[in-house]
């Protein structure tokens, strides 16, 4: 039962636009209220009402150690004991910098802001700056945070509410989003054709996770990263979700390709607010205040994101946490694969390391159109059984399921035992 839960939500439908601070978390797309959620612990969260969950949404993706790791919670207590934020300068967030841009050869320099959308929005602004073009292209699914030039067919909760676009975006800003297709690369040629000399930055994330898990197809970030050297695109990879999660030096990393610009979040927060963009010491020292191009925050860098940040990427690049993310995630599909093998039904099972998607399709899931053709009736029914059963999944088919460096042998083996159960329960209807 969930009755404290349903409690809070009819209070908080009164004081909160849709009960919610961020639209996925309604429950909305799956017709079911939301859980509420008193803690977390390792790879488990405990709702109001006593339940327990394994967790694959890992707050979206930034606890990739798993909840209130001890090591995370004793330097936010020892960070805690000197202030929150001062608006000036700290160590440590000269410290985490150099960190980051010493994993990742794409960047010389970084900013650090308060969130993804902040990130993109920063990024693309900047782009805009250092080329003096204006239109951007996107791609159809792909999500980089609510900034009006991103709202154009956009992913993740846009796409399960299944809003057009977004109110409030003018129509100048709309015109200046162009739309290409995700592992399409002649839809982005055609584009750059149509719109030659005017195209400032080419923003996807390079492994989706917004319209699901979508990889890269063969050769079609090598194609993207020539096509915009060529044209002097600023090739911006969003890594919000693959930043510190599919390598340590994210998809950059895992497919060898140096974007101009990378924006991160999530993972880099420790599960406090953050986000950064970085990139080209060339395009970064366009930015205020040593260039002309103005992005500002009052809590960027704020030094517990920073201590916290800095903590999880430091046990990240020590330890062999993604040889075992690897192998419990390997393990899971295999398990899941096993069981969809014993069903009259198929389903697609796309993943990139600790991030995967199961698609209630029987075609691959490639793209934003095959995607949209996955039955969304099915994962409704296989989302509330799997709950039932103790597994807390997105709650929504356009999402992707993470694993954490706490989640256990046993959960594996406990989540491939409920999965095997639910599809039985979602196919023999
Ligand atoms: P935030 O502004 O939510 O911190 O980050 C925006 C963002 C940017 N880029 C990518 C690739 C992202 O996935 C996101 C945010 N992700 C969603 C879930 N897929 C956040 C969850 C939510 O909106 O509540």
Redesign the pocket.
Known sequence: MRDRSKELFSVATDVIPGGVN?P??AFGSVRMEPVYIRSGRGSRLYDVDGNEYIDYVCS?GPLILGHADPRILQVLHEASQSGTSFGANTEIEVRFARLITEIYPSIDMIRMVN???EA?MSAVRLARGYTGRSRIIKFEGC????GDSFLIKAG??VLTLGIPGSPGITESTAQDTLVGSYNDIDSVKALIEAHRGEIAAVIL?PVM??AGVIPPQEGFLEDLREVTAEEGIVLIF?E??TGFRVALGGAQELYGIEPDLT?L??IIGGGLPV?AFGGKREIMEHLAPVGPVYQAGTLSGNPLAMALGYKTVSILKEGDIYGQLEDRSRRLEEGIRENLKRQKRSCQLNRVGSMMSLFFSEKPVVDFTSAMNSDRELFIDYFKSMLDEGIYLAPSPF?ASFLSASHSEEDIDETIEANGRCLREVFSD
């Open positions: 961020s996925v978390r979206w969130s993804g959308t993109t999500y980089h945070g609510h993740s909760g994330e996770g917004n969003d919000v979700i924006c979040g999530k986000g999402e």
